[in-house]
């Protein structure tokens, strides 16, 4: 079986800079983590090669600064990674995003298993997943918390909605996205961190993947941010005291004074 794990690199912190003509996350210098949503698909992925057998590639699309989490990927238990980097690929929103991923895919597999983060902490939209799985003409299953069984090219999982679970069998080729509840994610071992250490991590560009020019980066995005700005605080927060059922009519009282409702 060859599996494929899309991980993304997201800000340490929430002290981040922003681009002010762009109004982009400046991400070169910015120290960076792996999604911690991707860790659990990098989990996951590692669990299923354990198994029923196979190889792991992951694929990150950023600055070459994301090498860093695909050197984790491989102490974690990734065979095989790759970054797709360009400055080209700069200012994407989710739909370019998903296009140059589903073009690294198609260059590198094809994949019987794409699992991905059920979303990245920083743009919080959980979009891209599903938007490669249209754009690669493959099966999709959202929100999967278990990986039940992989047999005879099917998968029998469960995912995650409004009021429990929906156990589902689906067949390869297949992309997921994984909740956290899916697996605690495992500590990279030294033989790992020792194999990360002398890896060299193949870069590929935007003509390497054979990516349209046209919907890569802000040329292929239709959402643009038009401002980005720190909300004004306009005064100290109140307390309101009582039962559920008293503190419920004081709030509505005061909302109706302040003329909010």
């Known amino acids: 079986m060859k599996i494929a794990v899309c991980i993304k690199q997201v800000p340490a912190s929430t002290d981040v800079k922003l681009d002010p003509v762009t109004n982009n996350l400046v991400r070169d210098d910015a120290p960076g983590v792996i999604n911690p949503y991707d860790l659990h698909a990098i989990e996951e992925a590692v669990r299923v090669k354990e198994r029923y057998g196979g190889t792991i590639t992951a694929i990150s699309m950023g600055p070459p600064a994301a090498s860093e989490a695909l050197r984790e990927a491989i102490s974690l238990g990734v065979d095989e990674v790759a970054l797709i980097s360009d400055r080209s690929f700069a200012g994407a ?41 249209q754009m690669l003409n493959t099966s999709l299953a959202t929100s999967v918390s278990n990986i039940e069984e992989v047999d005879s090219g099917k998968v029998i999982l469960k995912r995650m909605v409004e009021d429990g679970y929906l156990r589902v069998e689906a067949n390869l080729p297949l992309l997921i996205t994984v909740t956290k509840e899916i697996n605690i994610p495992r500590t990279p071992s030294l033989k790992g961190m020792m194999k990360a250490k002398k890896e060299e991590i193949p870069t590929l560009s935007a003509e390497e993947i054979g990516a349209d020019q046209s919907r890569i980066g802000i040329l292929g995005s239709p959402t643009k941010v038009r401002r980005v700005y720190k909300p004004i605080s306009t005064g100290p927060g109140q307390m309101i005291e009582g039962t559920p059922s008293e503190a419920a009519r004081s709030l509505l009282k005061k909302l109706k004074e302040s003329k909010i409702v």
Not at 110 to 127: A, E, M, N, R, W
């Open 93 to 133: 929103d989710t739909l370019a995003t998903a296009y140059t991923l589903s073009k690294a895919l198609e260059k590198i597999g094809p994949f019987d298993l794409i699992i991905c983060g059920k979303q990245s902490v920083d743009g919080d939209t959980g979009q891209v997943g599903p938007e490669m799985a």
